[in-house]
C-alpha cells in the first residue's frame, strides 16, 4: 500500500514558470514531510520540509503548501530554471522514524 | 557540515564475489540508514541502525550483511549477489531514531553492478 501518492510523474516546464508538484497521505499521524532533490547518479539532497503546525513553509523560490485538512501537500518552484531540472520525492513521516516516500516526479525546465 | 560520504562511487562485482560498501557521517548523527534505489524508483529502506545497533531490517535477503562498527561508520557485506541487486546504494543519516529529531542526509550512493 503506497503510503505517499505523488504525482504527476513528470513535468516539463518552461524557464521562468512555476512547477508544482502535489503529494497526498492517508496516516494523520505523520508530522513530518520533506522535499528531497536528486540529479542522476547523486544522492537525495534535502530540499525544504514542513511540521502540520503550519500552512506554508518558503525557502527562495522554494514553498512547501500544506492543507492538513485534505492530507495534500504539494512543492512550488517558482521561476523555474534549467538547473531545477531533477526528480523530486515527498516523503512523510511520524516523528523520527521511518519515512515513506513518495514515486518521484522528474521535472524538466526548458529554457 | 551535513555531509555524508560513502565509498566506492562506482562497484561491478561477479555473483561469486564478496565486496562492502563504506558509509561515513561526522555530524555526531546516532542513526545510519542503508537504502537501495533502482533507476526512477524512490529509495527503499533496508536497515536503520540506532545507536550502533540494528534496529529495523526490512526482510533484506541474507546476502546483504550490515555492520555498524562506531557510530561514524557503517558498512555492508555483499556476498553472493544476484544481478537484480544491481542498483544505488544510499546511507543517510539523521540526528536519532524514533525520538524527536527529522532530518535525513543522505550520501551520494555507490553505483553496484552485479554481472
Known amino acids: 500500500q503506497q503510503q505517499v501518492k505523488q504525482s504527476p510523474q513528470s513535468l516539463i516546464v518552461q524557464k521562468g514558470g512555476i512547477s508544482i508538484i502535489n503529494c497526498a497521505y492517508e496516516n494523520t499521524a505523520f508530522d513530518y514531510f520533506p522535499w528531497y532533490q536528486q540529479f542522476p547518479g547523486k544522492g537525495p539532497a534535502l530540499l525544504i520540509a514542513?511540521?502540520?503546525?503550519?500552512s506554508e513553509k518558503k525557502e527562495g523560490r522554494f514553498t512547501i503548501s500544506f492543507n492538513k485538512s485534505a492530507k495534500q501537500f504539494s512543492l512550488h518552484i517558482m521561476d523555474s530554471q534549467p538547473g531545477d531540472s531533477a526528480t523530486y520525492f515527498c516523503?512523510?513521516?511520524?516523528?523520527?522514524?521511518?519515512?515513506?516516500f513518495g514515486t518521484g516526479t522528474s521535472l524538466t525546465v526548458i529554457p | 557540515d551535513t555531509e555524508v560520504t560513502q565509498t566506492p562511487k562506482h562497484l561491478v562485482m561477479g555473483m561469486t564475489n564478496k565486496k562492502s560498501l563504506k558509509c561515513e557521517q561526522h555530524m555526531g548523527h546516532r542513526a545510519m540508514y542503508w537504502y537501495k534505489q533502482k533507476a526512477k524508483k524512490p529509495p527503499e529502506l533496508m536497515f536503520v541502525?540506532?545507536?550502533?545497533?540494528?534496529?529495523i531490517n526490512e526482510s533484506v535477503p541474507s546476502r546483504f550483511s550490515p555492520e555498524c562498527p562506531n557510530s561514524s561508520l557503517l558498512n555492508l557485506h555483499l556476498h553472493a549477489l544476484q544481478p537484480e541487486d544491481s542498483a544505488l546504494y544510499l546511507c543517510?543519516?539523521?540526528?536519532?531514531?524514533?525520538?524527536?529529531?527529522?532530518?535525513?542526509?543522505f550520501g551520494p550512493g555507490t553505483r553496484l553492478t552485479v554481472t
Open positions: 541502525y540506532s545507536y550502533e545497533k540494528l534496529s
Open positions: 514542513i511540521r502540520p503546525d503550519v
Open positions: 516523503a512523510a513521516s511520524i516523528t523520527g522514524n521511518q519515512f515513506y
Open positions: 543517510a543519516s539523521s540526528q536519532d531514531y524514533d525520538r524527536s529529531s527529522y532530518e535525513q542526509y
